[in-house]
């Protein structure tokens, strides 16, 4: 008797090897901006996530008894590991990275079993986390213009360098929010916008050549049919709408929605995490609910809440509603879709 | 009166085979609300276990004069008096630990446990078992409750036993990790409360699992709900 | 499991569970009420403690000999002093002299909400003391303006203030150093530092504003 | 003091009537319960449970006076099933889980002395006194309770043959390792 | 009119009974392995603190609070909460058996749901109104019944989950809900203009 | 003839590996030394054996009846002798035997009288028995008795008769090649069926990779019964599945939950309507089907091969290369693997594939589903292959059920396409088959309970008689007034009471035997429980873990062999004989 012995006989060449691959190849154009814009420090931190990552599924895949080498090179890990170092602040010191790549992937993966079976988007369990508990490092964003050497860089996030004062230039997010709300009204927008060095044409320099990157990448994996276009779609719409909708209202006091669309997280989420087919919904309305949520939620905690950047919450909030979201919209089966 | 073995057993139950916290999952909300250090923890306990006490004393005493269809108010109305009692000793006594624990110490009424003992076992047992029963189940808690509250501060903050100069006006908190530890805030919030909850019955789970596996003649592994054959 | 006697008729058995939940209720109200008018003086004290040990950290010892909490006087609503609500002040007094105002105030702009600051202003202008009594700040980045947190235990930032006046700080000094003002600030976190900065420096306007109404003996009435 | 006491007194008084009045003019025979419960338990009715047929144990699980975990012919899948009904948290099975089983009479050896049929709750044995005896293979629920009263021990429990019609695909099983 | 809907979505999401302020967990543990009981357990109480809330504030302002009796407050609202949940009950297994047979279970465990009698303290604590009061208990009522509802949803799909042995049951669910109590910190700011 | 074609929404493209069995014609295979004709071949009813061993049969004689309206008969494949009628393996996944009639062959092929008919002078009826009798069965691979699908659905009118000439399967040829060679016999079969059913419109439908069939059909079509419409339709798996067609050809949609009649439409194979014809119009039952033999082998080929015939020659008319593995029956999608070549080639036996690891990699192992979605996005039934997955691997059932798990085709598309390698259809098997035992044990649940009380009433019944025999006698004692003092002293109790007591002492009586019962069975359950208890726990519980993985592994391995439970369970004894080792 042979190895096998249930049909089909034949397989498709695929696997999830080759889905999380693809994943990382797509991430490629988004770092390459991020190297050439911002520096190249988000490579160190790359390299210390994938470590990290690799190491806490080894320890977890040890402890659980599970095959260590299968797992271990199913890059799902190192997707979350790479999502994580892009969404933390470049420079943040190299604990605060490993901190929440074990985080993300002995409480948020492997507590519930591993690959395909966390609800949680692993990745934005890690950058909630962490914001939540440092706050202050999670929204120390280089100063742009802040010419630091490889060497210098590589100092700060190994401790060995003091972190300096110029480094806390905020995103361009954080940096509207904090004027706005000090300025309680005096100050409006398009002047701010003009006036600072963090905001770029549309919405900041140098961020949204990295959001560009994203896209691009993003709109590859859909032409690779890793990702579909319903949620990413859904998640640029419920964002962009609620933004042209308050932008229209007051042009004073809110963002335009191309700002809101090419800073922050905003291209990272729609392309690479609410995508995530593990947490997100599977349905054809499931995701569009899923994505349109998203993105209203994670405009309204940007804009009105706590927190610079709500795509990690507002994901995690929907992550919440997938299954009641998935159950609710189970397309029709073939014959059941008009009874006669 | 009481047997040996009927209190190991009442004692074992409440420490840990049956204890509130790890096993029946009640009284969850004071173990996850106050439990931001070790000393507020063990401080409600104490209330607790002094409301559970009597509580059960009073219940076992007064069980047979109680009709069955008022019998869940007025356990809560006993309750309720003593919690309110507890309250104002508290309130005199412990002023700044009070305005800490808030609504807690009201809302030992409600605290499951309490209300379970009194239903599940002091209506059921005579007085100086019901007593025992409220001590070593409120113990239970406490244990409970302090490593709770001392993994949260620990992990947290590096500390243990802050706000310890609420009731011992002299004594001072430890501080155990180096200065510049920067204290996982997370494990101070509510998610950080949660999720080291879980690895505490995990872990008690983990032990009864080892003990059962060293004595034979009882098995204790959970059945697996979902199979995990697949990977073998 | 009840016992099977005859099942009385509706009316008896209200009157019979009313009758026995009304012993019980007396009883333990009796208890209550024994316990509340035991306890009664040992609370009262203990809040008056707390509030003097308040009042304490803003207002040096030696500035008054009278009694403060019962020398309280309601202050309506005021811009000034960021607050919707009445508030409660005191009036401290040597020798019969009023020597000092503790006040309440409040920033409405914190990063997560108001902060409620507790405030000492001598009779000559001075700033005796801050403190801040409530606050949603993010806990390890704007909750250093409480003691208690800060990790500068030597000279905690909210000291910062102790002793200041208008007069003595220019009205475009009221800022932290990064705008240009003389207060340090946690970098990072500035956002909180300068909304109780701006809270304080208004609400020692209010008090020049006011100095009259104030400080004399039974200014607002009690 | 006295003001307490009133107010309370007046609260006792008008809770404590309603929850009487209530307590009569509401009341409610039967549960239903009893039939949820039952319908899970295989029906053996063989008293392993230490209740005397499926229903009592049935009615002792609802009055909470017995474990959900004592019917070994319902397995562990019983008892997932009663856990998910009552909320309770599944536990594993007092006794053995044991496959089922028929009982076959060895027709050489039985004497015809009808003390099985008088055994048997189902009615799943055939025979009249003096005559072989034999057992309506569809019939038999396994609870063995016609093995102990055969005296010349005819009677033997036997796994159910797997044929083409009982048979099951099987739970797939991966060796991963080969692969890893 | 905005206040009003900055308390109700306040009490909803961003200082959610159940996950912010710690309130009502045993329930929450326990009632959320099935979506259906979920359901019921959200309904029952629902109802039972929007009464609560309602009843506590009439017995506070106009029986204790005029007569100094504030020390009575835990003992009354308990009492009272406790003989509505009674009443309720009966009056519901003989009138309706078949909202009886989807409530009817929950509501003994109410009694002892600490948001039952948290929420009135809170009412008081915080100092509001009449109205302010029923909409903070039926917000806080939506909003438990909501996250138990959701909690009821990812445990039914964490059921078929590999879980690590010993994390299986009471652990994982803790861990879920930490993790949801994380998710929930996101809405953390939103009711600043209450 | 240009036709309107819809769209199924699903399916894959494997490589359909074609081209390489249709290079020859159809040859007549030899007859083997002996053959085994299972009794049972097709879904329904198994027939009863009508001949016994020693007996002779001659081709095409009856040897088993069928046993109701939805069962089919079986003939002799050949004249011989009949030297048992026995277990014997059968060509079914399990591996499990089945009652088969073992014949030798005379060599002489000697028919029974055929008997043609013309369908059209006998009634509807008649002509259903008839192919009953004949053992037409489904040859499109499920083999469900044909005449019970060709009685027309009494509400509505039956519009299209679709014949399923698609052969979706990759490697297999046997319909391509019957198309080719026979395609004036199954347009005359068309027309038996046709009128049965009173079809409007004869639609055939054959992918477009089988340009020579297509022709074939088309011509002889024209030539016969112009009216009928040959479709190519696309190819794409599983294009030729009953539903999927009906689908692409008339746009209708059928459930699982309700018969394609309803919707006025029927679906036959193209060799279905092949033996019919022969049954009808030559009289001769259905004794032999064409076998594609085909994958790993020198000669791939379609051979006509008597049923019955053991697999192991049909296999070696092929010349199966050396590295072959295996055999699998059916395609590559949704065959089986042939558990031991014993069994014997039945009706449903369309291909026979040498597998071979070059041919057919063993699949990488299987990882968790991560909800990617590509199975879902296949499912030609727009299933949820996922979600049911998840249930099914949680023994979940009563959630596989509302996820339609009945719906499933198993045609394997979601396992093709899954980036975890997950054997997908096997877990719905799995569940399938759980859920149907559940029911039968159900329904055994709800007899016994039933009987029971049955027994309890009667038993209360016969009890009350008695007490009332007993209260009758003693009050008919008590009333005669003078009754002699002996006999109450013998029973032993004041007459006074004697009306009462008997009744009461009968109900104890009973209850002491009934308590006396349990209380032996549950001396025993514990005596059990002790028995078992040492054997379980003086194991640790990761070595215990171990031994259940492995027993699982073990287990999964090999479907054929028995369950193993007693071995999981730790008895002790050896798990039950380990067939197909
Ligand atoms: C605070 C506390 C901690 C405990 N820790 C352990 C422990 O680490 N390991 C252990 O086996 N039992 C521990 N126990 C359990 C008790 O020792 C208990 O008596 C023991 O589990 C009895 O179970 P056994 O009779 O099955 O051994 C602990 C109990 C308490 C109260
Ligand atoms: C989650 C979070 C919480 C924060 N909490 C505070 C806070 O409590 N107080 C504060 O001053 N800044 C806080 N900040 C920082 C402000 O958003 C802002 O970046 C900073 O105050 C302005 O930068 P600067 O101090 O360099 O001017 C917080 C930031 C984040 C992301
Ligand atoms: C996935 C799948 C693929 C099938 N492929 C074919 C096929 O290619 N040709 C065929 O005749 N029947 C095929 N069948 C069987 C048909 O569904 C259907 O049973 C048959 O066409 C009915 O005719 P019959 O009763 O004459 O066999 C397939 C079934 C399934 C489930
Ligand atoms: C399209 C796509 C998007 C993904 N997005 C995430 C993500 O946002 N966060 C993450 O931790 N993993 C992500 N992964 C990796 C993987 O699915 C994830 O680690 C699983 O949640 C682990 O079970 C992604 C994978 C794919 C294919
Ligand atoms: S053990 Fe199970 S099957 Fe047997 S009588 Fe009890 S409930 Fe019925
Ligand atoms: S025949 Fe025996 S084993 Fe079968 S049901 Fe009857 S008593 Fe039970
Ligand atoms: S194709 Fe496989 S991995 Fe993807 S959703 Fe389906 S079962 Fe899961
Ligand atoms: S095997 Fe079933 S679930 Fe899978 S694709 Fe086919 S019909 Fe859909
Ligand atoms: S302790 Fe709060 S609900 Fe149980």
Same mark, same amino acid.
């Given at each position: 008797?042979?190895?096998?012995?249930?049909?089909?006989?034949?397989?498709?060449?695929?696997?999830?090897?080759?889905?999380?691959?693809?994943?990382?190849?797509?991430?490629?154009?988004?770092?390459?901006?991020?190297?050439?814009?911002?520096?190249?420090?988000?490579?160190?931190?790359?390299?210390?996530?994938?470590?990290?990552?690799?190491?806490?599924?080894?320890?977890?895949?040890?402890?659980?008894?599970?095959?260590?080498?299968?797992? $271990?090179?199913?890059?799902?890990?190192?997707?979350?590991?790479?999502?994580?170092?892009?969404?933390?602040?470049?420079?943040?010191?190299?604990?605060?990275?490993?901190?929440?790549?074990?985080?993300?992937?002995?409480?948020?993966?492997?507590?519930?079993?591993?690959?395909?079976?966390?609800?949680?988007?692993?990745?934005?369990?890690?950058?909630?986390?962490?914001?939540?508990?440092?706050?202050? $490092?999670?929204?120390?964003?280089?100063?742009?213009?802040? !010419?630091?050497?490889?060497?210098?860089?590589?100092?700060?996030?190994?401790?060995?360098?003091?972190?300096?004062?110029?480094?806390?230039?905020?995103?361009?997010?954080?940096?509207? !929010?904090?004027?706005? !709300? $000090?300025?309680?009204?005096?100050?409006?927008?398009?002047?701010?916008?003009?006036?600072?060095?963090?905001?770029?044409?549309?919405?900041?320099?140098?961020?949204?050549?990295?959001?560009?990157?994203?896209? $691009?990448?993003?709109?590859?994996?859909?032409?690779? !049919?890793?990702?579909?276009?319903?949620?990413?779609?859904?998640?640029?719409?419920?964002?962009?709408?609620?933004?042209?909708?308050?932008?229209?209202?007051?042009?004073?006091?809110?963002?335009?929605?191309?700002?809101?669309?090419?800073?922050?997280?905003?291209?990272?989420?729609?392309?690479?995490?609410?995508?995530?087919?593990?947490?997100?919904?599977?349905?054809?309305?499931?995701?569009?609910?899923?994505?349109?949520?998203?993105?209203?939620?994670?405009?309204?905690?940007?804009?009105?809440?706590?927190?610079?950047?709500?795509?990690?919450?507002?994901?995690?909030?929907?992550?919440?509603?997938?299954?009641?979201?998935?159950?609710?919209?189970?397309?029709?089966?073939?014959?059941?879709?008009?009874?006669? | 009166?009481?047997?040996?073995?009927?209190?190991?057993?009442?004692?074992?139950?409440?420490?840990? %085979?049956?204890?509130?916290?790890?096993?029946?999952?009640?009284?969850?909300?004071?173990?996850?609300?106050?439990?931001?250090?070790?000393?507020?923890?063990?401080?409600?306990?104490?209330?607790?276990?002094?409301?559970?006490?009597?509580?059960?004393?009073?219940?076992?005493?007064?069980?047979?004069?109680?009709?069955?269809?008022?019998?869940?108010?007025?356990?809560?109305?006993?309750?309720?008096?003593?919690?309110?009692?507890?309250?104002?000793?508290?309130?005199?006594?412990?002023?700044?630990?009070?305005?800490?624990?808030?609504?807690?110490?009201?809302?030992?009424?409600?605290?499951?446990?309490?209300?379970?003992?009194?239903?599940?076992?002091?209506? %059921?047992?005579?007085?100086?078992?019901?007593?025992?029963?409220?001590?070593?189940?409120?113990?239970?808690?406490?244990?409970?409750?302090?490593?709770?509250?001392?993994?949260?501060?620990?992990?947290?903050?590096?500390?243990?036993?802050?706000?310890?100069?609420?009731?011992?006006?002299?004594?001072?908190?430890?501080?155990?990790?180096?200065?510049?530890?920067?204290?996982?805030?997370?494990?101070?919030?509510?998610?950080?409360?949660?999720?080291?909850?879980?690895?505490?019955?995990?872990? %008690?789970?983990?032990?009864?699992?080892?003990?059962?596996?060293?004595?034979?003649?009882?098995?204790?592994?959970?059945?697996?709900?979902?199979?995990?054959?697949?990977?073998? | 499991?009840?016992?099977?006697?005859?099942?009385?008729?509706?009316?008896?058995?209200?009157?019979?569970?009313?009758?026995?939940?009304?012993?019980?209720?007396?009883?333990?109200?009796?208890?209550?009420?024994?316990?509340?008018?035991?306890?009664?003086?040992?609370?009262?004290?203990?809040?008056?403690?707390?509030?003097?040990?308040?009042?304490?950290?803003?207002?040096?010892?030696?500035?008054?000999?009278?009694?403060?909490?019962?020398?309280?006087?309601?202050?309506?609503?005021?811009?000034?002093?960021?607050?919707?609500?009445?508030?409660?002040?005191?009036?401290?007094?040597?020798?019969?002299?009023?020597?000092?105002?503790?006040?309440?105030?409040?920033?409405?702009?914190?990063?997560?909400?108001?902060?409620?600051?507790?405030?000492?202003?001598?009779?000559?202008?001075?700033?005796?003391?801050?403190?801040?009594?409530?606050?949603?700040?993010?806990?390890?980045?704007?909750?250093?303006?409480?003691?208690?947190?800060?990790?500068?235990?030597?000279?905690?930032?909210?000291?910062?203030?102790?002793?200041?006046?208008?007069?003595?700080?220019?009205?475009?000094?009221?800022?932290?150093?990064?705008?240009?003002?003389?207060?340090?600030?946690?970098?990072?976190?500035?956002?909180?530092?300068?909304?109780?900065?701006?809270?304080?420096?208004?609400?020692?306007?209010?008090?020049?504003?006011?100095?009259?109404?104030?400080?004399?003996?039974?200014?607002?009435?009690? | 003091?006295?003001?307490?006491?009133?107010?309370?007194?007046?609260?006792?008084?008008?809770?404590?009537?309603?929850?009487?009045?209530?307590?009569?003019?509401?009341?409610?025979?039967?549960?239903?319960?009893?039939?949820?419960?039952?319908?899970?338990?295989?029906?053996?009715?063989?008293?392993?449970?230490?209740?005397?047929?499926?229903?009592?144990?049935?009615?002792?699980?609802?009055?909470?006076?017995?474990?959900?975990?004592?019917?070994?012919?319902?397995?562990?899948?019983?008892?997932?099933?009663? #856990?998910?009904?009552?909320?309770?948290?599944?536990?594993?099975?007092?006794?053995?889980?044991?496959?089922?089983?028929?009982?076959?009479?060895?027709?050489?050896?039985?004497?015809?002395?009808?003390?099985?049929?008088?055994?048997?709750?189902?009615?799943?044995?055939?025979? #009249?006194?003096?005559?072989?005896?034999?057992?309506?293979?569809?019939?038999?629920?396994?609870?063995?309770?016609?093995?102990?009263?055969?005296?010349?021990?005819?009677?033997?429990?036997?796994?159910?043959?797997?044929?083409?019609?009982?048979?099951?695909?099987?739970?797939?099983?991966?060796?991963?390792?080969?692969? #890893? | 009119?905005?206040?009003?809907?900055?308390?109700?979505?306040?009490?909803?999401?961003?200082?959610?009974?159940?996950?912010?302020?710690?309130?009502?967990?045993?329930?929450?543990?326990?009632?959320?392995?099935?979506?259906?009981?979920?359901?019921?357990?959200?309904?029952?109480?629902?109802?039972?603190?929007?009464?609560?809330?309602?009843?506590?504030?009439?017995? =506070?302002?106009?029986?204790?609070?005029?007569?100094?009796?504030?020390?009575?407050?835990?003992?009354?609202?308990?009492?009272?909460?406790?003989?509505?949940?009674?009443?309720?009950?009966?009056?519901?297994?003989?009138?309706?058996?078949?909202?009886?047979?989807?409530?009817?279970?929950?509501?003994?465990?109410?009694?002892?749901?600490?948001?039952?009698?948290?929420?009135?303290?809170?009412?008081?604590?915080?100092?509001? =109104?009449?109205?302010?009061?029923?909409?903070?208990?039926?917000?806080?009522?939506?909003?438990?019944?909501?996250?138990?509802?959701?909690?009821?949803?990812?445990?039914?799909?964490?059921?078929?989950? =590999?879980?690590?042995?010993?994390?299986?049951?009471?652990?994982?669910?803790?861990?879920?809900?930490?993790?949801?109590?994380?998710?929930?910190?996101?809405?953390?700011?939103? =009711?600043?203009?209450? | 003839?240009?036709?309107?074609?819809?769209?199924?929404?699903?399916?894959?493209?494997?490589?359909?590996?074609?081209?390489?069995?249709?290079?020859?014609?159809?040859?007549?295979?030899?007859?083997?030394?002996?053959?085994?004709?299972?009794?049972?071949?097709?879904?329904?009813?198994?027939?009863?054996?009508?001949?016994?061993?020693?007996?002779?049969?001659?081709?095409?004689?009856?040897?088993?009846?069928?046993?109701?309206?939805?069962?089919?008969?079986?003939?002799?494949?050949?004249?011989?002798?009949?030297?048992?009628?026995?277990?014997?393996?059968?060509?079914?996944?399990?591996?499990?035997?089945?009652?088969?009639?073992?014949?030798?062959?005379?060599?002489?092929?000697?028919?029974?009288?055929?008997?043609?008919?013309?369908?059209?002078?006998?009634?509807?009826?008649?002509?259903?028995?008839?192919?009953?009798?004949?053992?037409?069965?489904?040859?499109?691979?499920?083999?469900?008795?044909?005449?019970?699908?060709?009685?027309?659905?009494?509400?509505?009118?039956?519009?299209?008769?679709?014949?399923?000439?698609?052969?979706?399967?990759?490697?297999?040829?046997?319909?391509?090649?019957?198309?080719?060679?026979?395609?004036?016999?199954?347009?005359?079969?068309?027309?038996?069926?046709?009128?049965?059913?009173?079809?409007?419109?004869?639609?055939?439908?054959?992918?477009?990779?089988?340009?020579?069939?297509?022709?074939?059909?088309?011509?002889?079509?024209?030539?016969?019964?112009?009216?009928?419409?040959?479709?190519?339709?696309?190819?794409?798996?599983?294009?030729?599945?009953?539903?999927?067609?009906?689908?692409?050809?008339?746009?209708?949609?059928?459930?699982?939950?309700?018969?394609?009649?309803?919707?006025?439409?029927?679906?036959?194979?193209?060799?279905?309507?092949?033996?019919?014809?022969?049954?009808?119009?030559?009289?001769?039952?259905?004794?032999?089907?064409?076998?594609?033999?085909?994958?790993?082998?020198?000669?791939?080929?379609?051979?006509?091969?008597?049923?019955?015939?053991?697999?192991?020659?049909?296999?070696?008319?092929?010349?199966?290369?050396?590295?072959?593995?295996?055999?699998?029956?059916?395609?590559?999608?949704?065959?089986?693997?042939?558990?031991?070549?014993?069994?014997?080639?039945?009706?449903?036996?369309?291909?026979?594939?040498?597998?071979?690891?070059?041919?057919?990699?063993?699949?990488?192992?299987?990882?968790?589903?991560?909800?990617?979605?590509?199975?879902?996005?296949?499912?030609?039934?727009?299933?949820?292959?996922?979600?049911?997955?998840?249930?099914?691997?949680?023994?979940?059932?009563?959630?596989?059920?509302?996820?339609?798990?009945?719906?499933?085709?198993?045609?394997?598309?979601?396992?093709?396409?899954?980036?975890?390698?997950?054997?997908?259809?096997?877990?719905?098997?799995?569940?399938?088959?759980?859920?149907?035992?559940?029911?039968?044990?159900?329904?055994?649940?709800?007899?016994?309970?039933?009987?029971?009380?049955?027994?309890?009433?009667?038993?209360?019944?016969?009890?009350?008689?008695?007490?009332?025999?007993?209260?009758?006698?003693?009050?008919?004692?008590?009333?005669?007034?003078?009754?002699?003092?002996?006999?109450?002293?013998?029973?032993?109790?004041?007459?006074?009471?004697?009306?009462?007591?008997?009744?009461?002492?009968?109900?104890?009586?009973?209850?002491?035997?009934?308590?006396?019962?349990?209380?032996?069975?549950?001396?025993?359950?514990?005596?059990?429980?002790?028995?078992?208890?040492?054997?379980?726990?003086?194991?640790?519980?990761?070595?215990?873990?171990?031994?259940?993985?492995?027993?699982?592994?073990?287990?999964?391995?090999?479907?054929?062999?028995?369950?193993?439970?007693?071995?999981?369970?730790?008895?002790?004894?050896?798990?039950?004989?380990?067939?197909?080792?």
């Amino acid at each position: 008797m042979m190895a096998w012995s249930t049909p089909p006989y034949l397989l498709a060449d695929v696997s999830v090897r080759r889905v999380m691959l693809q994943v990382l190849v797509a991430l490629l154009p988004g770092i390459a901006a991020y190297v050439w814009l911002i520096g190249p420090s988000i490579l160190v931190q790359l390299v210390i996530a994938t470590l990290a990552a690799l190491l806490g599924e080894a320890v977890m895949l040890r402890l659980r008894r599970r095959p260590l080498l299968l797992f $271990l090179t199913d890059g799902s890990a190192i997707v979350s590991a790479w999502l994580i170092a892009l969404a933390f602040p470049p420079l943040s010191p190299w604990w605060l990275t490993v901190v929440g790549v074990l985080f993300a992937i002995v409480i948020a993966k492997h507590l519930y079993g591993g690959l395909g079976q966390n609800p949680f988007n692993p990745a934005m369990i890690a950058f909630a986390a962490c914001i939540v508990s440092f706050p202050a $490092l999670m929204s120390q964003w280089p100063a742009l213009g802040l !010419k630091l050497s490889l060497a210098e860089q590589f100092e700060i996030i190994a401790g060995l360098a003091p972190r300096i004062d110029a480094m806390s230039g905020a995103t361009p997010l954080d940096a509207l !929010k904090t004027a706005l !709300k $000090l300025g309680e009204g005096a100050v409006d927008v398009p002047t701010l916008l003009a006036n600072q060095d963090v905001f770029g044409n549309f919405a900041g320099r140098g961020w949204e050549w990295v959001s560009v990157g994203y896209l $691009l990448g993003g709109l590859w994996l859909w032409q690779r !049919k890793i990702i579909t276009w319903q949620t990413p779609v859904a998640f640029v719409g419920g964002l962009t709408l609620l933004a042209a909708i308050l932008w229209a209202w007051n042009p004073q006091q809110f963002a335009s929605p191309l700002f809101h669309l090419f800073s922050g997280g905003s291209l990272l989420g729609a392309f690479f995490i609410v995508t995530d087919p593990v947490s997100g919904s599977t349905t054809f309305r499931g995701k569009l609910i899923f994505g349109f949520l998203a993105g209203a939620i994670a405009y309204v905690i940007r804009v009105f809440g706590g927190y610079p950047d709500g795509v990690a919450f507002a994901v995690l909030l929907m992550n919440l509603c997938v299954p009641l979201i998935d159950m609710y919209t189970q397309p029709p089966i073939f014959g059941m879709k008009n009874p006669k | 009166m009481i047997s040996r073995d009927e209190l190991s057993e009442i004692r074992d139950n409440g420490l840990w %085979k049956q204890n509130s916290s790890l096993v029946q999952i009640l009284g969850l909300c004071p173990l996850l609300a106050v439990t931001t250090n070790v000393v507020n923890g063990v401080m409600l306990s104490l209330a607790t276990i002094i409301v559970m006490a009597i509580a059960n004393v009073a219940v076992a005493s007064l069980r047979n004069l109680i009709p069955h269809e008022i019998r869940i108010p007025v356990f809560i109305l006993i309750v309720a008096a003593l919690v309110t009692v507890v309250d104002l000793l508290f309130n005199a006594q412990l002023h700044e630990l009070y305005l800490v624990l808030g609504i807690f110490i009201p809302l030992i009424v409600t605290n499951c446990i309490v209300l379970a003992r009194v239903e599940a076992f002091a209506n %059921k047992n005579p007085p100086l078992q019901a007593a025992f029963d409220g001590v070593f189940m409120g113990v239970g808690m406490l244990w409970t409750l302090a490593l709770l509250g001392g993994l949260r501060e620990l992990i947290g903050g590096g500390t243990l036993f802050s706000g310890i100069d609420m009731v011992f006006p002299g004594l001072q908190p430890l501080q155990l990790l180096p200065a510049d530890y920067p204290g996982l805030l997370l494990a101070m919030l509510p998610p950080g409360a949660f999720i080291l909850l879980g690895c505490l019955i995990a872990w %008690k789970n983990w032990v009864e699992a080892r003990a059962a596996a060293r004595h034979s003649g009882q098995r204790s592994l959970p059945t697996p709900p979902a199979p995990l054959t697949d990977h073998a | 499991m009840t016992p099977p006697v005859k099942t009385p008729t509706a009316p008896v058995m209200a009157l019979r569970t009313a009758v026995i939940l009304l012993i019980f209720v007396i009883a333990f109200t009796s208890l209550l009420a024994a316990a509340h008018l035991w306890t009664r003086p040992a609370i009262e004290e203990a809040a008056a403690a707390e509030k003097m040990k308040l009042i304490g950290e803003v207002l040096p010892p030696g500035l008054y000999d009278n009694d403060l909490l019962a020398d309280s006087r309601r202050l309506a609503p005021a811009a000034g002093l960021g607050l919707e609500e009445e508030s409660t002040a005191y009036l401290a007094r040597k020798g019969g002299r009023a020597s000092a105002l503790v006040f309440e105030a409040a920033a409405a702009d914190g990063y997560a909400g108001r902060i409620r600051l507790l405030l000492a202003v001598a009779v000559d202008g001075t700033l005796l003391g801050v403190r801040v009594t409530q606050h949603k700040e993010t806990p390890g980045l704007g909750d250093y303006i409480e003691p208690r947190k800060d990790r500068n235990k030597e000279r905690p930032w909210i000291r910062q203030f102790d002793g200041l006046s208008l007069a003595a700080v220019g009205d475009r000094a009221w800022r932290v150093r990064k705008d240009g003002g003389r207060f340090d600030a946690v970098a990072g976190a500035t956002v909180t530092p300068r909304a109780v900065i701006k809270a304080v420096h208004r609400a020692l306007q209010y008090v020049a504003e006011n100095r009259q109404q104030l400080f004399t003996a039974d200014g607002a009435g009690k | 003091m006295i003001t307490a006491l009133a107010i309370m007194a007046l609260g006792a008084i008008v809770l404590g009537a309603a929850l009487g009045y209530a307590s009569i003019r509401f009341k409610v025979e039967g549960d239903p319960l009893v039939e949820k419960i039952e319908a899970i338990l295989p029906q053996t009715q063989c008293g392993q449970c230490g209740y005397p047929g499926c229903k009592p144990y049935a009615a002792a699980i609802s009055a909470g006076e017995a474990d959900i975990n004592l019917c070994p012919p319902g397995g562990m899948d019983g008892v997932r099933k009663l #856990a998910d009904l009552l909320g309770r948290e599944v536990k594993p099975l007092e006794a053995e889980e044991k496959p089922k089983q028929i009982a076959i009479i060895d027709e050489q050896t039985c004497i015809g002395c009808t003390l099985c049929i008088q055994a048997c709750p189902v009615d799943a044995i055939l025979g #009249a006194a003096k005559q072989m005896h034999t057992i309506i293979e569809p019939l038999c629920t396994g609870c063995e309770l016609c093995v102990k009263p055969c005296p010349v021990e005819c009677i033997s429990m036997q796994p159910i043959a797997e044929n083409i019609d009982n048979w099951k695909w099987k739970y797939p099983v991966f060796e991963i390792k080969r692969a #890893a | 009119m905005t206040h009003y809907l900055f308390l109700l979505v306040g009490a909803v999401l961003v200082n959610n009974v159940v996950l912010v302020k710690i309130l009502g967990l045993c329930p929450f543990m326990g009632v959320s392995k099935k979506l259906e009981t979920a359901f019921g357990m959200g309904a029952a109480t629902t109802f039972v603190l929007t009464v609560a809330t309602g009843a506590s504030y009439i017995i =506070d302002h106009y029986l204790l609070l005029p007569f100094g009796l504030e020390y009575l407050r835990t003992l009354s609202f308990i009492v009272t909460i406790a003989a509505i949940v009674q009443l309720t009950e009966m009056v519901i297994q003989k009138t309706s058996p078949l909202l009886h047979q989807v409530l009817g279970i929950y509501l003994p465990l109410i009694t002892t749901n600490c948001a039952v009698l948290g929420v009135p303290l809170l009412n008081i604590a915080n100092r509001h =109104d009449f109205v302010e009061s029923l909409l903070f208990g039926a917000g806080s009522a939506v909003g438990f019944s909501f996250v138990l509802v959701l909690f009821a949803g990812i445990r039914e799909r964490v059921e078929g989950a =590999d879980v690590p042995l010993h994390f299986r049951g009471a652990a994982i669910a803790m861990v879920t809900a930490g993790l949801m109590s994380l998710a929930f910190m996101g809405f953390a700011g939103l =009711d600043r203009y209450q | 003839m240009l036709a309107q074609l819809f769209r199924f929404k699903g399916g894959v493209k494997p490589q359909t590996n074609k081209t390489i069995s249709v290079q020859e014609p159809i040859a007549q295979a030899p007859l083997p030394a002996r053959l085994f004709v299972p009794l049972h071949q097709s879904i329904g009813g198994a027939p009863n054996p009508l001949v016994q061993a020693g007996d002779t049969v001659r081709k095409g004689q009856l040897i088993g009846g069928a046993d109701a309206w939805v069962s089919a008969a079986v003939h002799a494949p050949t004249s011989g002798r009949v030297l048992a009628v026995e277990e014997h393996v059968a060509a079914h996944p399990s591996g499990l035997p089945t009652l088969s009639v073992v014949i030798e062959p005379d060599g002489r092929d000697e028919w029974i009288e055929r008997r043609p008919v013309d369908h059209q002078s006998l009634p509807p009826e008649r002509v259903r028995e008839l192919l009953r009798d004949a053992g037409v069965v489904g040859l499109g691979g499920a083999a469900f008795p044909s005449h019970a699908k060709l009685t027309p659905a009494r509400s509505v009118a039956m519009e299209q008769l679709v014949i399923n000439g698609a052969e979706c399967e990759p490697f297999m040829t046997c319909d391509d090649m019957l198309m080719r060679e026979r395609a004036d016999e199954i347009v005359r079969g068309i027309a038996i069926f046709r009128e049965l059913l009173a079809a409007r419109e004869v639609l055939i439908g054959i992918e477009d990779n089988k340009q020579e069939a297509i022709a074939a059909m088309h011509e002889a079509v024209l030539r016969l019964a112009p009216d009928y419409r040959v479709v190519a339709v696309p190819t794409r798996y599983p294009a030729g599945g009953a539903k999927q067609l009906i689908r692409v050809l008339t746009g209708k949609e059928v459930p699982a939950s309700r018969r394609s009649t309803e919707l006025g439409v029927q679906c036959f194979n193209v060799a279905t309507v092949y033996t019919a014809y022969r049954a009808l119009a030559c009289g001769e039952p259905v004794l032999s089907r064409i076998v594609t033999l085909t994958g790993n082998v020198e000669r791939p080929r379609n051979w006509e091969v008597s049923l019955g015939t053991p697999m192991r020659e049909v296999v070696a008319l092929a010349r199966p290369r050396a590295d072959t593995g295996s055999f699998l029956m059916g395609g590559p999608m949704m065959g089986f693997e042939i558990p031991d070549l014993d069994a014997p080639v039945v009706k449903a036996t369309n291909c026979i594939i040498a597998a071979s690891p070059g041919l057919f990699p063993p699949p990488p192992p299987e990882m968790p589903c991560i909800r990617c979605g590509a199975c879902a996005e296949v499912c030609p039934h727009e299933l949820q292959p996922f979600e049911l997955y998840w249930f099914s691997r949680a023994r979940n059932f009563g959630k596989t059920q509302e996820y339609y798990i009945f719906d499933c085709i198993e045609c394997g598309c979601c396992s093709y396409v899954c980036p975890s390698h997950i054997p997908l259809v096997q877990y719905f098997r799995f569940a399938k088959s759980e859920i149907w035992a559940r029911e039968r044990e159900k329904q055994a649940a709800d007899a016994a309970k039933e009987r029971f009380e049955l027994r309890n009433a009667r038993a209360e019944r016969e009890q009350a008689e008695k007490a009332e025999r007993l209260a009758r006698a003693a009050s008919a004692r008590t009333s005669e007034k003078k009754a002699p003092p002996e006999r109450t002293n013998a029973v032993d109790s004041p007459p006074a009471a004697a009306a009462g007591e008997p009744a009461a002492a009968a109900a104890t009586d009973a209850d002491a035997i009934r308590k006396a019962a349990i209380a032996a069975a549950m001396a025993r359950a514990r005596a059990q429980r002790e028995l078992a208890q040492p054997k379980n726990t003086d194991r640790l519980s990761a070595e215990q873990e171990r031994e259940i993985a492995a027993v699982e592994a073990r287990r999964g391995a090999q479907p054929a062999t028995p369950e193993a439970t007693a071995g999981a369970a730790g008895s002790g004894a050896p798990a039950g004989p380990q067939r197909g080792e």
